[in-house]
């Protein structure tokens, strides 16, 4: 049998963490081997247990989860942790923070027990998370804190397919959604998505998201 995915579970909401502790420990797949309630015992507890991934809240206190995750997978890490934040809508400016410091995923908080399952098992499988029904207005709306002075349109060495595909993804499309809207298959947008991400050397969708608002290639 395949090993569970092994969670530390990250919040200062005692009622939270336990939820989503109860929630994660009755699936067989998935194993709940640590909870705390601030940055710095995730950082320590990570480096402990040696999680498969980590579910981090934004706002806690000793250390916040942005710098918590920057710590954990952030550029330089040796050996980064799998982060999945969760947080409400109305923290959604420092969402955009912890994708830039490493997480592979955010979810909100009132999104339904399938759908934080799904989105434990879809970062810790290796690929990344957004939830396409905030994407738009999460980095849409702190676009222009996002972009620099000086913006890049050219999107470096994409082809002009590419660069349509990467504007779809900044816009929170899924590749069946993209499929749909460039009238291609969904094989082909994975195609598109792998060659985005190894021209770019991004990591996942998440950084093609943060690097096309960065580089002014969505308006």
Partial sequence: MTAPVRVLVCDDQALIRT????IIDAQPDLEVVGECG???AAVEL???????????????????????????????VARPVKVLVV??????????????AGASGFLLKD????QLLQGIRT???GAA?????????LVGRYASRIRPAEQDQDGGALT??????????????????????????????????SRILTKLDLRDRVQAVVYAYRRGLVT
């Fill in 46 to 76: 990570a480096r402990e247990l040696d999680p498969d991934i980590v579910v981090m809240d934004v706002r806690m206190p000793v250390l916040d989860g942005i710098e918590a995750t920057r710590l954990l997978a952030g550029a330089g």
């Fill in 87 to 100: 947080t409400t809508f109305n923290l959604d400016e420092y969402v955009y923070e912890a994708l830039r």
């Fill in 123 to 125: 970062v810790a499988s």
């Fill in 19 to 22: 939820g989503f502790a109860t």
């Fill in 38 to 40: 601030d940055g710095r």
């Fill in 129 to 137: 998370l957004l939830a396409p029904e905030v994407t738009r207005q």
């Fill in 160 to 193: 002009p397919r590419e660069l349509e595909v990467l504007r779809l993804i900044a816009d929170g499309l899924s590749n069946s959604e993209i499929a749909a809207t460039l009238v291609i298959s969904q094989e082909t947008v994975k195609t598109y998505v």
């Fill in 111 to 114: 999104a339904p027990p399938a």
